[in-house]
């Protein structure tokens, strides 16, 4: 089995940037320590009205990055105020940057980096009290998912875009009348919000229905939060009070806001799953299907891949593509998972790759029955 490096004091920090800010970042969180940045390519979302016309001929949706990276819990603070100040995040609309307390990394001696188990300590800036959400779903109800999170409060959710499966792709006429293109639904919100946002975009995407798709939130360790959305058929950036207003507009009037107005949750009633452990590997495109084969051959329900670039991989081939592939089991089940991947990853004389977990305590997706 190859020699991995561990490291148990890691966080993954994500930054959803415009995408005439992303250079800068990238190069300040690199000179202050942080190595191996994955670039994704993303949109913003786009708050339309309920008329036909707008719904077929939306404003186009910003472009956006979304940068992520494994960083030493000794060199976030340092990381995260490098990053602020580089794309000025603490602006209306700049992005956001957001860190998740990985529960591991594991890291193959040739993966880009230096990665070490570093023991010391870190105090985050940020307020803590954020949670993250991903919506998983088949491609063109993104948009669906992510209005019904702005209506619900969430500032500027990001859509990106992947492949994913299930257990149901192993059997031949499904793999063929269901394809594999996901979309991905991110947004960052206040804990207080939470509930009723991940209720109102399981409503929007059908979430409990069959082959609808998977999500799940994930506490935020700290974060900074200022990433801009397209409101209407105008084509500028709004805050959240501007979001608002505009649905106030669109609406018709405030009482869509009954329901908080009046007390009345409109958190999801299903029960969601809990305690689960998202393991995500890191590793060239090239030899993505690979590990995507080896997730659902060794049991795991379902797996999901985001592409991009590693923008400091020491590659001679700077536009070489990477793949994150996740899934998500009970933590029983990370270690063996991992170590079959590991092993099939050897076999293949792969020696570039990197898997970390982060603990999943809610996600919802369709059980049967």
Excluded at 61 to 88: F, N, R, W, Y
Excluded at 144 to 170: C, H, N
Excluded at 223 to 246: H, P, R
Aim: aromatic fraction near 6%.
């Amino acid at each position: 089995m190859s020699d991995l490096s561990k490291s148990n004091q890691v966080s993954l920090l994500t930054l959803i940037l415009p995408k005439e800010s992303v250079v800068q970042v990238s190069e300040a969180v690199s000179s202050a320590g942080a190595e191996g940045v994955f670039q994704i390519t993303a949109r913003g979302s786009v708050l339309t009205g309920e008329g036909l016309l707008k719904r077929m001929f939306p404003p186009p949706a910003p472009e956006q990055i979304l940068l992520q990276v494994l960083v030493p819990d000794s060199k976030v603070d340092a990381v995260m105020e490098a990053a602020i100040g580089a794309g000025h995040l603490d602006r209306v609309g700049s992005g956001a940057v957001f860190t998740i307390n990985c529960n591991d990394a594991w890291f193959s001696q040739s993966f880009p980096g230096s990665h070490s188990n570093d023991e010391g300590d870190s105090s985050p800036v940020g307020s803590g009290e954020l949670e993250a959400i991903c919506c998983i779903c088949e491609k063109g109800i993104a948009d669906d998912i992510a209005q019904a999170a702005l209506q619900g409060g969430a500032p500027g959710p990001t859509i990106t875009f992947g492949e994913g499966g299930g257990v149901r792709d192993k059997i031949p006429l499904l793999r063929i009348t269901k394809g594999p293109e996901k979309e991905f639904v991110w947004c960052v919100v206040e804990k207080a919000d939470a509930d009723d946002i991940f209720g109102g975009m399981a409503r929007a995407g059908k979430i409990t229905e069959p082959g609808r798709g998977f999500m799940y939130s994930i506490p935020v360790r700290s974060g900074l939060v200022n990433v801009s959305s397209t409101v209407s058929s105008s084509a500028y950036g709004a805050n959240m009070e501007q979001i608002i207003s505009a649905l106030d507009d669109l609406k018709g009037g405030k009482d869509w806001r009954t329901a908080a107005d009046t007390g009345k949750s409109r958190a999801l009633k299903t029960t969601p799953l809990q305690n689960l452990v998202g393991l995500y590997c890191i590793v060239p495109r090239d030899n993505y299907e690979d590990v995507y084969d080896s997730v659902l051959e060794a049991g795991a329900p379902g797996v999901s891949t985001n592409f991009g670039v590693m923008v400091d991989s020491g590659s001679d081939d700077q536009n070489e593509e990477w793949a994150l592939v996740y899934t998500s089991v009970g933590p029983d089940s990370v270690d063996s998972l991992r170590e079959k991947l590991t092993s099939r990853l050897t076999e293949l004389n792969i020696s570039r790759f990197a898997f970390y977990s982060l603990p999943i305590p809610r996600a919802l997706t369709y059980l049967g029955g």
